[in-house]
């Protein structure tokens, strides 16, 4: 099996020269930056690690998603953004269960021995929207025991063989994590997860807002109980 892994980037220039020395280069076959149209030379500074960057044809992360299926051809693709969230480390747990057999794998924040940014507070509104998305995918779709734990977690790894399973043609540009977790439940593509340690961010704001995504997760929702 071929692994490739695939970096989200928008307008991530100081924070992809911090991460890229910490990523296990050795432990994939190939890696690809899908990149939103940047404006803060991102785009040329891993160009200039000799990494092949590629734009996209649909908006937002749903967007990078498509593009990083139809640009590529490894067999299995892991996702990872360089805004220091992501643990590089993680990317070798990533390969081994991928390696095994799994088809759809989560680096959950939600699970034992996990960490999200939000553990050390008392009101924990993303972390429990969060869980709350998850009790009503796995009551509404979950069988055979396949579950999702973490909904939102953009830290993921797909075979190409599972991803045209979810039959996602136009992902959602905001929320497709969501999107993916459910048509993963309805399609019976099973979910493997391991816990992770969510780390801050190490420069700038994030590019995904709260409100915003809560929203279009809801939208997600809706779209899949009536379709």
């Known amino acids: 099996m071929k692994v490739a892994l695939v970096i989200f980037t928008r307008n991530e220039r100081k924070n992809s020269e911090l991460i890229y020395s910490k990523i296990p280069r050795n432990l994939v076959d190939a890696i690809y930056v899908i990149d939103g149209n940047s404006n803060d030379g991102t785009s040329e500074f891993w160009k200039s690690k000799r990494i092949k960057v590629f734009g996209q044809k649909y908006k937002g992360v749903g967007g990078a998603y ?22 590089p480390k993680d990317i070798n747990k990533f390969v081994k269960l991928l390696k095994k057999g799994h088809e759809f794998i989560v680096a959950s924040r939600m699970i034992k021995r996990a960490y999200n940014e939000e553990d050390d507070q008392i009101l924990k509104p993303r972390k429990w929207f969060n869980q709350g998305l998850a009790i009503i995918a796995n009551i509404i779709w979950g069988r055979n025991g396949n579950k999702c734990t973490d909904t939102t977690q953009g830290y993921r790894a797909f075979t190409r063989n599972a991803w045209k399973k979810l039959k996602i043609n136009i992902p959602n540009p ?27 961010r190490i420069h700038g704001e994030t590019t995904m807002p709260s409100f915003k995504t809560g929203r279009e997760n809801l939208k997600v929702l809706w779209n899949e109980l009536i379709s």
């Open 66 to 87: 498509e593009s990083a299926f139809r640009s590529t051809k490894e067999d299995a693709l892991i996702f990872f953004h360089p805004d220091g969230n992501m643990d």
């Open 174 to 200: 905001v929320a497709p994590d969501y999107e993916q977790i459910i048509r993963a439940l309805k399609y019976n593509v099973k979910i493997a997860d391991f816990p992770t340690k969510e780390g801050k």
